[in-house]
Every structure is written in C-alpha cells, then in structure tokens.
C-alpha cells in the first residue's frame, strides 16, 4: 500500500514540458505541452496574443487587442517585427489603455521616448 501511494504521489508530480521523456520523435507531443504551460501560466489561449504578451505587453486584454491587429504575428519575433512595420496600428490598438503600455510599444517598435519636464 505504501508502494502505491508513492507512485501516486510520484505521477502527480508537476514536471516542465521541457522534461517530458517520450519516444515523439518529431516533437510534437512537447511542443503541444509547452502550448499549454504558457496558455496555462498566461490565461490566453491563441498563440499571437501569447507573442504579445511575451514582448513585453504583460496584460490579457492588452496582448488580445494586439493579437487582433496583428494576427500572423504567432511568433516572438514575428511580434516584435509586426509592431516595427505598423507602429500606427498597434498605437491605435491600444490607445484605451494606460500610456504604460504606449511606452513598450513605442521601445519594441525603436522609437525613442522623449522625457517629459
């Protein structure tokens, strides 16, 4: 019984998709868990708004109305580079909310940020 118990304890063990030992020999099986940390760990389920959020724009809502004006952007750096090519839409994405994440966009988008006195 005491056998058991440790087993049980032992698969209930959390483990990183990194660690995952299978036989897929293409990867898919933890590419597909790694997926689901990061939509677990974040609370976004498609992969461009979780590119948004990876950038820098650290809230849901904010990494979704990105993800909407940019929808190839499934990448981190396909992200960084969509808001380098239309810095207009991603400000205009995000002009409801706080100047905060303006000045991330205008930092990954290589526009300097000019000191208000």
Do not use: C, W
């Amino acid at each position: 019984m005491a056998r058991q118990t440790q087993n049980f304890v032992h698969l209930n063990k959390f483990e990183p998709a990194s660690r995952l030992n299978t036989d897929d020999e293409d990867g898919v099986v933890r590419a597909a868990f790694e997926l689901l940390q990061r939509q677990f760990k974040t609370g976004l389920s498609s992969e461009v708004s979780l590119s948004m959020y990876e950038i820098g724009f650290t809230d849901r809502e904010v990494a979704k109305r990105l993800a909407e004006a940019f929808p190839t952007a499934s990448t981190y750096t396909a992200a960084r580079a969509a808001i380098r090519q239309n810095i207009e839409l991603g400000r205009a994405s995000i002009a409801a909310f706080p100047s905060y994440f303006r000045d991330v966009l205008e930092e990954l988008g290589g526009v300097s940020l000019a000191l208000d006195e």
